[in-house]
């Protein structure tokens, strides 16, 4: 069965610098998506940035960039120019070819002003 | 459009009794998730219907829980003789089926307090 681990429960990072958000997943399959959702306090998920894992390019969103690296198994957030905005829950999640979509336990990221 | 739509958005019920979570995908969606999220924790799979699919029941905790999608369209999720362990957000999704890239968009969510 697919996993998806994020290993930083909490993140604070200060207004207008980069903060990058850590998720591995494990799996046996060659054909899946990664995804990045957000969800501030209102507990709306919001979609951040999705990835297909064949495509070697790294999916970008204005501000919002993944580092996917397919062998390690890896798939990092980077949020640049941070906002108080951005401060929220972010869950990492997987989606197998049977279209199940399975999400990390997540990470609450603070923005100082 | 309107968005999924879930009702209601805070149950509160007492030990053993019955409860219906009610889900409204968005039209044309076939694709509907199921999730709990207990407090500070993440979303917990609990079961997934793809058009006229047998639905992926793997994530359902016990056999309290059940869940159906009439017509292809709204879907309840029943929880049978509840448990003070039950209480937890219930989060549904849609998305369009076929494909692995498109993204599930999420109601609000039923928070249910079992006393």
């Known amino acids: 069965a697919q996993t998806v681990t994020q290993s930083q429960p909490e993140m604070s990072v200060q207004e207008a610098e980069t903060v990058t958000l850590s998720c591995t997943y494990d799996?046996?399959?060659?054909?899946?998506?990664l995804f990045w959702y957000k969800q501030p306090p209102s507990r709306q998920m919001i979609l951040v940035i999705r990835?297909?894992?064949?495509?070697?390019q790294n999916a970008t969103e204005n501000r919002f960039s993944v580092n996917f690296q397919k062998a390690a198994k890896s798939f990092s957030l980077k949020i640049s120019d941070s906002q108080l905005g951005d401060a929220a829950m972010y869950f990492c999640?997987?989606?197998?070819?049977?279209?199940?979509?399975?999400f990390g336990q997540g990470t609450e990221l603070s923005v100082k002003p | 459009g309107a968005g999924v739509s879930q009702s209601p958005s805070n149950k509160v019920t007492e030990k053993g009794k019955d409860v219906e979570l009610r889900c409204d995908p968005i039209?044309?969606?076939?694709?509907l998730y199921w999730y709990r999220q207990s407090l500070g924790q993440g979303l917990e799979f609990l079961i997934y219907?793809?058009?006229?699919?047998?639905?992926?029941k793997s994530g359902l905790p016990s056999d309290r829980f059940s869940a159906e999608r009439t017509g292809g369209s709204v879907s309840t999720l029943t929880i049978q003789r509840t448990q003070q362990e039950d209480s937890a957000v219930y989060l549904c999704?849609?998305?369009?089926?076929?494909?692995?890239?498109?993204?599930?968009?999420f109601g609000n969510g039923t928070r249910l307090t079992v006393t």
């Open positions: 990835q297909e894992a064949y495509k070697q």
């Open positions: 999704a849609s998305s369009l089926g076929g494909t692995g890239r498109s993204p599930l968009h």
């Open positions: 999640a997987y989606r197998s070819a049977n279209l199940k979509l399975i």
């Open positions: 219907f793809q058009g006229n699919s047998a639905p992926d």
């Open positions: 799996t046996s399959e060659s054909d899946y998506y």
């Open positions: 039209s044309g969606h076939t694709a």
